[in-house]
């Protein structure tokens, strides 16, 4: 038994559904999680997605900002959708999925960018960014009565050297500051995760999930950042068959500036 999770921060749902069309119809995931999904929950494009068959669909969404959305083609049964920070941003839900004999518990986040200046004295958006990865240390990856854990998303924070096109000058820059990358591995070690794209790709190489907007020419440039992640307990990276970045897909039309991520596991 096979299963393929992606994760994508797709940047409005609705605005973007024809390459999210794209996307599924061409690399079929067993399991979507989408991020920056910027659409209350009855306005989500529901019959897009069954018409796909991908007829299982938990949601969590706001007005114009953040939302997440996991979307499968297997039955899912909502968990949690939890409050970080007392503060009501729809950025986090679990799922528990089932599949060959086996109950995952997933779940999918999107972390707060930070804003620009970083220094959470004078940046409240930074210093909520701080906050949330320090809760994010409730969540570990034995927890649940699950046969294992994995968390995906959109976590904002490229944590290694070659997570980024330059690590010199990117040192000082929200999503590759120490603070930043020193809190995030913290939190992924010290709750039991593993970071299955370094498993699969060697920490030495360089991975980029995401392209600026301001860039002329993203591709020429090539001043990416890793700020997607997919991570899981243990027992569930032993089981990981491979990591696929969709580098075209920041090519396709009105793209994203994130490309989706997939990992495949072989759950026999």
């Not at 605005?15 to 910027?38: A, G, H, N, S």
């Not at 040192?171 to 120490?178: A, D, E, G, I």
Request: proline share 6%; net charge negative; hydrophobic share 35%.
């Amino acid at each position: 038994m096979t299963l393929t999770i992606a994760t994508w921060n797709i940047n409005s749902v609705r605005l973007r559904m024809p390459i999210v069309e794209r996307f599924l119809r061409q690399l079929q995931p067993d399991v979507l999680c989408l991020q920056e999904t910027k659409c209350i929950d009855e306005l989500f494009p529901f019959e897009a997605f069954r018409s796909l068959g991908y007829e299982h669909l938990a949601i969590s969404g706001q007005k114009g900002y953040h939302g997440v959305a996991t979307v499968a083609r297997r039955p899912l049964e909502v968990v949690e959708r939890r409050r970080f920070c007392d503060n009501d941003d729809c950025r986090h839900i679990s799922t528990r999925l089932s599949s060959g004999g086996h109950a995952l518990l997933l779940h999918n986040f999107y972390v707060p960018a930070g804003g620009d200046e970083p220094d959470p004295e004078i940046n409240p958006k930074f210093r909520h960014k701080l906050d949330f990865v320090q809760e994010m240390n409730a969540l570990r990856a034995d927890q649940g009565e699950t046969h294992g854990s994995i968390l995906v998303g959109d976590l904002n924070i490229a944590p290694l050297p070659t997570d980024v096109w330059s690590h010199k000058q990117l040192l000082n820059v929200v999503s590759h500051t120490p603070v930043e990358t020193e809190g995030l591995e913290a939190m992924r070690v010290g709750g039991g995760w593993v970071d299955l794209m370094r498993r699969h790709i060697p920490p030495e190489k360089k991975i980029y999930t995401w392209w600026s907007y301001r860039a002329r020419d993203w591709e020429l440039s090539d001043r990416g950042r890793r700020l997607d992640h997919l991570w899981s307990s243990g027992n569930v990276a032993e089981r990981l068959a491979g990591i696929e970045i969709l580098r075209e897909a920041r090519g396709w039309d009105r793209p994203s500036d994130h490309v989706p991520v997939i990992a495949r596991f072989d759950l026999d």
